[in-house]
């Protein structure tokens, strides 16, 4: 063992080569010092063995990505790492789509695709169908690593606005995938809110959060007024001013059943007067009811009351008892009434006289054209017609598809989804829209036909 020489005492020089044992030669330095620069060297590297030895990494580069429903996405890019660092070059990379996205040319599996030289991979065009979440996620995976990324699909235009007179038609933007037409320009979305589309400035207008029921009707033939109830409480808004105005003395949890009126869950029909702030108690005990405008502006309640059928003008107050109308019916439109057997009953109350307008019938509405004059739209044995109460006269809606639904004035749904409205001046069919969802169907300036509708997306 060697032995450091004790403080102040000077070092012994060193021998020469073959001296006696004890005293260390000079070869014996040298070898001592080249053995130990390979230990410094190893030591210093064994950080960057370390970092070689890294899991493998897969991401996806270039998002977050956005795509319009029914448009495709391009350039989405991966890169693949051996180590975290160095790029996994010629190695196979799998890519998986969620329900909601395709590939553009219409494949729906998984496809592998083969990195480049610097690891990575563009995927090529991705598309949005109809039926996308607004949030769907794309898998890819390697050897040793996944990654995924969410992809937000916008702009589903999923609702329209035809008017039928001047053959316009905007999408109604800002309406997503899954709303319901409920009144003119009005759509009630899957997250309560309800929206009514402004065709003049081309914008979704927020009316209220929390609905359960609401429709919207033209107050003189032009002016949009919403009735609805928000939160359990019966509302009625002036959409043009958005003056709002709680319907005082409607019972909490009421449904909204038309212009300002309102069905209490006890069967109570209430009509709110906001001129007066305050709610008529029209009737108990009813089990359905439609409200018209005579003249564009004097609501006219039609509803079934402990099964009899009768009337209200809230203008005047004045009821009418329909007389001739069997007990059990159910309204339908102004005056209207179809019973379970399906007859189709109009009352004239200025006659105090009920015309069966046809047997057979599945469904029917009656709309008032030019404010007075009642004209019933219905499907009879499966085929659809239109009968005018004033001058007595049937008519076949001429190539409207059988077993439609009647959806509003002279306007019909077909079983596959085409929403259809019958001109009877020319006899012929107009197709306003192909996978349809739902609609409805109001008289603008009295005569012209606006049809609020939502469909499926078609690309």
């Not at 085409?418 to 603008?444: K, M, Q, W």
Request: with cysteine; aromatic share 8%.
């Amino acid at each position: 063992m060697l032995q450091r020489p004790a403080a102040g005492q000077a070092q012994e020089p060193s021998a020469p080569e073959g001296a006696t044992a004890g005293r260390i030669s000079r070869r014996t330095i040298v070898r001592g010092a080249a053995w130990s620069v390979p230990v410094i060297a190893t030591a210093a590297a064994m950080p960057l063995a370390a970092a070689s030895a890294g899991a493998p990494t897969l991401k996806f580069v270039n998002g977050p990505y956005t795509v319009g429903g029914c448009s495709n996405l391009t350039g989405v890019t991966l890169a693949a790492t051996t180590n975290g660092t160095t790029p996994a070059a010629s190695t196979t990379v799998s890519v998986v789509l969620p329900s909601g996205l395709t590939w553009a040319d219409g494949f729906t599996g998984p496809r592998s695709f083969t990195t480049d030289p610097n690891g990575k991979v563009v995927l090529p065009a991705i598309k949005a169908t109809p039926n996308a979440a607004s949030v769907p996620t794309m898998g890819a995976s390697m050897t040793g690593a996944n990654a995924t990324a969410p992809v937000a699909v916008t702009a589903q235009v999923g609702a329209k606005i035809y008017d039928v007179v001047s053959a316009g038609n905007p999408p109604a933007t800002g309406i997503p995938l899954g709303s319901v037409a409920v009144g003119h320009g009005t759509f009630l979305n899957p997250d309560g809110s309800l929206v009514y589309f402004n065709t003049v400035a081309g914008k979704a207008m927020p009316l209220a959060t929390n609905v359960t029921s609401g429709t919207t009707v033209l107050i003189g033939s032009t002016q949009s007024y919403s009735t609805y109830v928000s939160g359990g409480v019966a509302m009625v808004q002036d959409v043009a001013t958005g003056t709002t105005i709680t319907a005082a003395g409607v019972p909490n949890g009421s449904t909204a059943v038309g212009h300002a009126t309102f069905l209490a869950a006890n069967g109570d029909l209430y009509y709110f007067n906001s001129a007066t702030n305050a709610s008529v108690l029209v009737a108990s005990g009813v089990s359905s009811a439609k409200v018209s405008l005579f003249a564009g502006t004097q609501p006219v309640l039609t509803f079934v009351a402990g099964g009899v059928a009768r009337a209200y003008n809230a203008t005047t107050g004045n009821y009418v008892t329909a007389t001739g109308v069997p007990a059990g019916t159910t309204a339908v439109g102004h005056s209207t009434y179809l019973a379970p057997d399906g007859l189709l009953y109009y009352y004239r109350a200025a006659t105090n006289t009920t015309t069966v307008v046809s047997s057979g019938v599945s469904s029917a509405t009656t709309a008032l054209y030019g404010g007075t004059d009642p004209y019933v739209t219905y499907v009879t044995t499966g085929i659809p017609a239109v009968y005018s109460v004033t001058n007595g006269t049937y008519q076949t809606a001429t190539g409207v598809p059988a077993n439609s639904v009647v959806v509003g004035h002279a306007t019909y749904l077909a079983p596959d989804g085409r929403l259809v409205y019958y001109n009877a001046g020319a006899n012929a069919p107009i197709v306003l829209d192909t996978g349809v969802t739902s609609a409805v169907v109001h008289l603008y300036g009295g005569t012209d036909p606006i049809a609020t509708y939502t469909h499926n997306l078609v690309c």
